[in-house]
């Protein structure tokens, strides 16, 4: 029977990283392999939000604590592996310091790897490992509880679970809390649909793309995916200070994660449901026109989350599409933008014949006392 029929096994990776390369420690190479910054324009986004005042709890391996590019952006957690006693900053697997990168790695002046919000802090939860005879999903619940319990804003959960009421019932009480989470879709040389927490109701579920924003063939499809992000060759811290590539719907998730907590730092009033709304509505559509298993609502467009004029969920929203090849500032720059005002042109012509006829006026009428002068 499948691991994720029988619901009582945890695999992480399994909606994680299918394939992971060393690469080079040198920093300028690294942030040079991470093109996901480029393709979501992350420097522009930056300018209205960095993550700042806004705890991301990472449900995964841990995360070691000591990686330079993540240092001080770690703070105590938790951990519930059988056997653990630890506070979550460490991990032997180098998964969960991988997804803590992608959210918020602040590197170090203009090099190592950059995360999506580097001004976050990351709450690190170590409750599953690659061996899932090691895990249990009940690790998973108590790590969401804890979330809850410490303030975390943003559930990164990078990874597949089997169906369960357990987790349905954990993911129910964070989103009473209010907190956005984010799970991934699964990949595909795994499962065959969406697997748990992505399956649940209210989840932000997230699938991959690859380098040209188009549907990774690892990402699993199915009508619960609400957004795609970039997953393929994916560059990101690992354990023991070092880097790796990998690729999965892990690394969309932690992006992804990442996006929702600088939309909640810009807009720290704003429940989660609406910042999910706000990412949903702003994102690029691909594939079928509307909502679609591939791409959800479409692939992830940063800028306009941050900028766009999105109504609340309630109403009916009046967004365009935006174009894959259009950037979202150029976009909502178009859509200011007045176009040729026609009544301006008519009144400019008609001011100009008055004028016209007012001087042909004048000139005649100088010419006829001119000729009067002369008679008398």
Not at 50 to 72: C, E, F, K, N, Y
Request: with cysteine; hydrophobic share 40%; glycine share 12%.
């Amino acid at each position: 029977m499948r691991l994720a029929r029988i619901g009582v096994a945890v695999a992480l990776c399994a909606a994680a990283t299918l394939s992971v390369q060393p690469v080079p420690a040198h920093a300028d190479a690294t942030r040079d392999r991470q093109w996901h910054l480029r393709f979501l324009r992350v420097a522009e986004a930056h300018r209205y939000s960095q993550g700042q005042g806004i705890t991301v709890a990472v449900i995964d391996s841990g995360v070691d604590a000591s990686h330079p590019d993540l240092r001080r952006n770690v703070m105590a957690g938790a951990d519930y592996l059988p056997g653990g006693g630890g506070d979550g900053r460490q991990d032997t697997d180098g998964h969960g310091t991988g997804m803590a990168g992608l959210i918020a790695a602040h590197g170090r002046g203009g090099s190592g790897a950059l995360g999506i919000a580097p001004r976050a802090r990351v709450l690190p939860i170590r409750s599953v490992v690659r061996d899932a005879r090691n895990s249990a999903p009940s690790a998973v619940v108590d790590g969401i509880d804890y979330a809850i319990d410490h303030g975390a804003k943003v559930i990164n959960i990078s990874l597949s679970l089997g169906r369960s009421q357990e987790i349905r019932d954990a993911v129910e009480r964070a989103r009473a809390a209010d907190i956005v989470i984010v799970a991934a879709a699964g990949n595909t040389n795994r499962e065959t649909f969406v697997p748990y927490p992505g399956g649940v109701e209210g989840v932000l579920t997230v699938g991959a793309t690859d380098r040209n924003g188009n549907h990774a063939s690892i990402s699993v499809s199915g009508p619960e995916v609400d957004l795609a992000a970039p997953g393929v060759g994916i560059t990101f811290t690992n354990k023991g200070g070092g880097y790796r590539t990998g690729t999965g719907t892990s690394e969309s998730t932690a992006i992804v994660a990442g996006a929702a907590a600088l939309v909640r730092s810009r807009y720290p009033d704003m429940p989660a449901d609406e910042v999910i709304h706000r990412l949903t509505a702003t994102a690029t559509d691909k594939g079928p026109p509307g909502r679609d298993e591939q791409y959800g609502y479409g692939v992830l467009n940063l800028v306009a989350a941050l900028t766009a004029d999105v109504p609340p969920a309630g109403q009916a929203s009046a967004l365009p599409s935006v174009s894959p090849s259009a950037s979202p500032s150029r976009t909502a720059a178009a859509a200011a933008e007045p176009g040729p005002d026609r009544s301006s042109d008519s009144s400019t012509t008609v001011l100009a014949l008055v004028i016209l006829v007012v001087l042909v006026a004048a000139g005649g009428s100088a010419w006829w006392y001119a000729r009067r002068r002369r008679a008398s």
